[in-house]
């Protein structure tokens, strides 16, 4: 059973930053995908960033391109989601993930994968 520990979440300002850690439990990070969703109040859950065995096999969101970066510390089973220039838009809880797939299917199909309890950020004046 795949288990997560995720952290990082918070409140934060209009512009600022923040870091999602997720740490795995019981599975390797060597194979499959894995990466992090969100859902916004009201909203769908989105498929935010994804990352799969080659550190150079990422998806981002559109509306997150150029601002989130995702990586991953195999050695630490643990990935991250480092977040700038944060906007009210990116309020919502968001949840690690894992699964099995390309990288741009798992992150745009939710169902694919296996996901965290989540952390809540609010970017919020």
């Known amino acids: 059973q795949l288990k997560f520990v995720e952290s990082g979440g918070g409140l934060v300002q209009p512009g600022g930053s923040l870091q999602l850690s997720c740490a795995a439990l019981g599975f390797r990070l060597d194979f499959g995908v894995i990466g992090w969703f969100r859902r916004a109040p009201g909203k769908d859950p989105e498929g935010v960033s994804c990352?799969?065995?080659?550190?150079?096999?990422?998806y981002y969101a559109d509306s997150v391109q150029g601002r989130f970066t995702i990586s991953k510390d195999s050695a630490k089973s643990t990935w991250y989601l480092q977040m700038s220039d944060l906007n009210p838009e990116d309020t919502g809880n968001y949840y690690c993930?894992?699964?099995?797939?390309?990288?741009?299917?798992?992150?745009?199909?939710?169902?694919?994968?296996?996901w965290g309890q989540g952390t809540q950020v609010i970017v919020s004046a």
């Open positions: 993930a894992a699964g099995a797939g390309t990288v741009r299917s798992v992150c745009t199909t939710p169902g694919m994968s296996s």
């Open positions: 990352i799969g065995s080659r550190p150079d096999d990422k």
